[in-house]
């Protein structure tokens, strides 16, 4: 709680990368690799920065530009919080899954549903 912003240098796939929800549930901008889900759930430059898998000078980069941007680092938080607390708090997930169903229930695909719903 006490850190000023997360690091997520995943190399491979994650479906749902709870540590990253977790991080902006704790208003905690995340640094994270642009792979796998990650980018749809790390807005670049809005609650977080990406930065290129197995490139350490752009992580470094991201790190450094971070951390010396103690205010951006509290906005972007702030922000990450409130997409927590929009997109993924029970309050507003269950009705989206509950929309899901019934599209499936109507016979319409899960995919399109999905990411019509999240975004």
Known sequence: R????????AICYNDCPMFLLKSL??????V?????????????GIDGLLFEPGNP???AEKITYLYRKPVLAK??????RLKIENKFSS???YPQ??????NLLEGDKVE?????QIN
């Open 97 to 102: 899954l509950l929309k899901i169903y019934q």
């Open 25 to 30: 549930a704790f208003a905690k901008p995340v």
């Open 32 to 44: 994270a690799s642009n792979t796998g889900s990650i980018p749809e759930y790390v807005d670049d």
């Open 91 to 93: 309050g507003s997930y």
């Open 112 to 116: 399109d549903n999905y990411h019509h």
């Open 2 to 9: 006490g850190s000023r912003f997360t690091i997520f240098p």
């Open 57 to 59: 000078a752009d992580l």
């Open 75 to 80: 906005k972007m938080g702030v922000a990450g």
